[in-house]
């Protein structure tokens, strides 16, 4: 049977004085220190069965955060592709899902805007060379004395004014994301602009699209993004760098890694949270944007923190305290200061024990009853 042992301390005042009366004794303390000293025994039996077990207070492990995101593109791996022009589609070699690299064929355009500046640059560059021979032409006439001076200068203005049409021809062609064709083909080849897969697709052979369409998604898939949404009172312990390791629903025995690549600036004032990106690596293609993902995302700690496990804490008189063993049965009651909860059940401990002190962990919920039964007078006392 388990008992409680109360130490009680006698204080006798006035020793080696004669002629001190009763009155003069000073009361015994009461058990003012009880709740420090207090004691559980357990005998060998109720050791047995009490099913005990035991830890000790140690370094916590980072904490983490648990949130839910949604995985996306990297932004500065995904291009939306379009023409600059009107034109016809007459040739898609590419379908949703292939494989491109950077500078492969997405679709051919037939495109009288183009082909009316590819002429344009054509007439441009035909009468730029006509001048640009006139001028040289005048310039050696000039040093022979053959012509005058002013013939020299009107043939160089053409000339100038030639190159300045070539040049304003060249760069309207650019616009067009077009380059000079000496054949002024009306032909227009849509690029892929970085190499990756082709992830949507809005092009029909015959159709007639615009500046404004958007034909293509190509998307390098190796490096993607998940958005997630932190509280604001949860950002001091969020750092970029930080890793997170990432589950999906596609997935649920396998982990990813990632880490925080940016922390949003802006709070939404609606829900409190702050945009905050992870970026992983991807080399498989198994994530999939849009896919639903689960992130535990590691928290700095600025300091280094101790704890034990929540199970071990107990509430006795309205003090947090954990049981001690002590050895031969014997469980002391000791107050703690406890700090916050934290990711795994444990509980920061700020005051009270020492590191790598022992506390019992499964079972203290069985001392602290047999605690409140002895207090109640329904056990012995030594």
Same mark, same amino acid.
């Given at each position: ?212 369409? &958007? @034909? =293509?998604?190509? %998307? ?5 993004? $998940? ?5 604001? *009172?949860?950002?001091? #312990? ?15 025995? &396998? @982990? =990813?890694?990632? %880490? ?5 600036? $802006? ?5 409190? *949270?702050?945009?905050? #990106? ?15 993902? &689960? ?88």
């Amino acid at each position: 049977m388990m008992r409680i042992r109360s130490r009680l301390w006698l204080v006798i005042a006035g020793l080696g004085i004669t002629g001190c009366g009763a009155a003069d004794q000073p009361e015994p303390e009461g058990h003012g220190d009880e709740g420090s000293s207090d004691v559980v025994f357990l005998d060998a039996d109720q050791l047995a069965s009490a099913f005990l077990e035991f830890g000790t207070l140690q370094i916590l492990a980072p904490d983490t955060l648990r949130l839910t995101g949604i995985v996306t593109f990297d932004a500065a791996r995904v291009s939306h592709v379009g023409p600059r022009m009107q034109g016809r589609i007459g040739r898609v070699p590419v379908e949703i899902g292939s494989s491109v690299r950077a500078g492969d064929t997405l679709v051919v355009l037939d495109s009288p805007e183009l082909g009316a500046a590819q002429a344009a640059w054509f007439t441009a560059s035909i009468k730029q060379d006509v001048d640009r021979r006139n001028y040289e032409r005048a310039e050696r006439l000039y040093r022979d004395g053959i012509v005058s001076e002013r013939r020299r200068l009107e043939a160089e203005a053409e000339f100038r004014q030639a190159e300045g049409a070539l040049t304003a021809a060249a760069r309207a062609l650019a616009a067009l994301g077009a380059e000079p064709d000496s054949s002024a083909s009306s032909l227009f080849v849509l690029r892929a602009p970085l190499s990756g897969v082709v992830a949507d697709k809005h092009a029909t052979i015959g159709e007639v699209v615009g500046s404004d369409a &958007r @034909l =293509f998604t190509v %998307a390098d898939l190796t490096q993607l993004w $998940i958005l997630l949404d932190v509280y604001e *009172t949860d950002l001091p #312990r969020v750092d970029v760098g930080a890793p997170a390791i990432i589950r999906t629903e596609a997935y649920p025995d &396998r @982990l =990813f890694d990632g %880490a925080v690549g940016y922390v949003g600036a $802006i709070v939404d004032t609606t829900s409190r *949270t702050v945009k905050v #990106r992870v970026e992983l690596s991807n080399p498989d293609l198994a994530l999939k944007p849009g896919m639903f993902a &689960r992130a535990n995302l590691v928290l700095h700690d600025r300091d280094e923190l101790v704890g034990i496990p929540e199970s071990a804490i107990q509430t006795v008189d309205g003090r947090t305290v954990v049981f001690v063993p002590e050895g031969d049965g014997q469980f002391r009651v000791t107050p703690v200061e406890a700090g916050p909860v934290r990711t795994g059940a444990w509980v920061e401990i700020l005051g009270g024990l020492d590191l790598g002190e022992t506390v019992v962990t499964s079972g203290s919920f069985s001392l602290k009853s047999e605690l409140m039964k002895e207090s109640f007078g329904e056990g012995g006392h030594e």
